[in-house]
């Protein structure tokens, strides 16, 4: 049983592993949750970041003060629930308001017994974040607390990150199919559509096949486990890996399944996970990053048309491929086609033999920056190029 902690002050403590810890208020439901405490620099979206199921078992910190000021309304989520494991803010919106909002962020967090912490000094939290990266944290909530110790050895014990694999708890257990968008915005008829795409959800965000929708694609989204034979039963012209939890070191199946694709090559396009499944694929390895890429305003470079997009992120790892040259792979010649500026990681990769391609940022952010969206256009072009 959850309650909310609206107009009461229930105290809350935030234990990060080392030791560290911030005094605030219960926010969203009152008890106590684990996860990788991790930081998002966006100013707007906090209804789209709680419901990314990337962000499945990390506690997030939202680095703007202020959060909730919009409520939470029935049409922007990214999917059907909350993910977040904990969420830490910093001066919550008494009173929300907006002409779509339907409840305050505190009581759809404490509805779907997501235990936050506001009142913390969140500038603090997250420059010791970034000076000693992403860490295990808990979230106590409650009028009678354990005492330090007790709390510290339990965040303690919580699972890393790294080494987790997490996609299939998040993934849809059924196929379903997201109709192509015709003139008007009406669904053109199954089996109707310009293209088929068969998507690998490893953690799907709703806009992704909305995008794809928008361009005249009936989407099959899949299973994590589906196999190569399973995307081929829907007669893709396209396979799409998407964004998802966990580190990319797990995720051997998905990897497998795409080199299945990268054989028969079918146009491929990856986003997020789907660039890391992509570099492993490859052969690159990928590396956990100090604290991640979380926001809305990464600055990345698209290095084949030298243009800058400014793109909302959300990943701890990255794929380990050199910068500096094409690579020769099983699958043909690779090069990193995309970079971040602020830190040189890879936010990109390009096959010049094959058509396939991925990024690790989001284009299809619904939030906005709407910058790179043009990728769902490339996908596209490589689509009727095989058909021509
Ligand atoms: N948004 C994503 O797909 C994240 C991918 C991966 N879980 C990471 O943290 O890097």
New binding site residues.
């Given amino acids: 049983m959850t309650t909310s902690t609206r107009g009461t002050r229930v105290p809350a403590v935030l234990v990060l592993e080392d030791g560290r810890t911030f005094r605030g208020c219960a926010y969203g439901a009152v008890g106590q949750t684990f996860g990788e405490a991790v930081f998002s620099t966006g100013m707007t979206g906090y209804q789209e970041t709680l419901t990314?199921p990337?962000y499945h078992r990390q506690v997030v910190v939202m680095t703007a003060p202020h959060v909730g000021n919009t409520g939470v309304n029935d049409e922007d989520s990214e999917s059907r629930r909350i993910w977040v494991s904990g969420y830490v803010v910093r001066d919550p919106a008494r009173v929300p308001s907006n002409w779509r909002s339907r409840r305050s962020l505190d009581e759809e967090l404490a509805a779907q017994g997501v235990v936050g912490i506001s009142g913390v000094d969140t500038r603090a939290l997250t420059r010791h974040l970034r000076e000693r990266g992403a860490m295990r944290v808990g979230i106590f909530s409650g009028n009678a607390l354990p005492d330090e110790g007790t709390m510290l050895a339990e965040v303690r014990q919580a699972p890393e990150m790294k080494g987790a694999d997490l996609a299939a708890e998040v993934a849809t257990e059924e196929a379903y199919v997201v109709p192509a968008i015709g003139p008007g915005g009406a669904a053109v008829p199954v089996g109707e559509a310009r293209f088929t795409v068969a998507a690998v959800d490893l953690?799907i965000k709703g806009m992704t096949p909305h995008r794809m929708a928008e361009r005249g694609i009936e989407v099959h989204v899949l299973p994590a486990t589906a196999t190569v034979d399973e995307v081929y039963a829907v007669g893709p012209d396209g396979v799409f890996f998407s964004?998802?939890?966990?580190?990319?070191a797990t995720a051997d199946h998905a990897v497998s399944v795409m080199r299945g694709v990268l054989e028969r090559g079918t146009p491929l396009f990856g986003?997020?996970?789907g660039n890391?499944i992509l570099g492993r694929a490859l052969g690159f390895g990928t590396y956990k990053l100090t604290y991640?890429h979380r926001g809305i305003n990464q600055p990345v470079q698209d290095r084949t048309t030298g243009k800058v997009e400014v793109t909302a992120h959300?990943?701890?790892?990255?794929v380990d491929a050199p910068l500096d040259r094409v690579c020769d792979t099983p699958y043909g010649r690779a090069e990193v086609s995309h970079v971040c500026l602020n830190d040189d990681v890879v936010e990109g990769l390009r096959l010049l033999d094959r058509p396939a391609f991925s990024v690790q940022y989001h284009p299809e952010a619904a939030a906005g920056p709407h910058d790179a969206a043009y990728l769902f256009d490339r996908f596209v072009s490589l689509m009727e190029g095989q058909r021509a």
Wanted: with cysteine.
């Fill in positions: 990314d990337s953690g964004n998802g939890p966990g580190d990319p986003i997020c996970f890391q991640g959300n990943h701890g790892f990255a």
